[in-house]
């Protein structure tokens, strides 16, 4: 059974950067993702990252964050740049997994301030 544990989140200053990490545990993984979750908004796909290493971006976000994984999809990765106050939200990691069963982490929380 996959498991997923997501760290980094934070404090930032607009401008600023920060970087999540999500540790997978388990097998079956064939795409990995960043969610996120404003305050009274709906939750958001933010980027996904495919087998093979094809990425999405929610517009956004394009050009400021980076979605990366290792071949073994072990460690999920989102480099976030040039951080807004809307970027402020709860991230989640997500996987599927084949079988179509999904997993999400727990969350982490990004706070930018203006």
């Known amino acids: 059974q996959v498991h997923l544990v997501e760290s980094g989140g934070g404090y930032v200053q607009s401008g600023g950067s920060l970087r999540l990490s999500c540790a997978a545990s388990?097998?079956?993984?064939?795409?990995m993702s960043w969610y996120r979750q404003a305050p009274g908004k709906q939750r958001e796909l933010v980027a996904t990252?495919?087998?093979?290493?094809?990425?999405e971006y929610v517009d956004s976000v394009e050009g400021r964050f980076t979605i990366s994984a290792d071949s073994e999809w072990n460690i999920l990765s989102l480099q976030m740049n040039k951080l807004k106050p809307e970027d402020t939200a709860v991230y989640y990691c997500?996987?599927?997994?084949?079988?179509?069963?999904?997993?999400w982490g727990q969350g982490t929380q990004v706070t930018v301030s203006s």
């Open positions: 997500h996987a599927q997994i084949v079988g179509s069963v999904d997993r």
């Open positions: 388990g097998s079956g993984i064939y795409a």
């Open positions: 990252i495919l087998s093979g290493g094809s990425t």
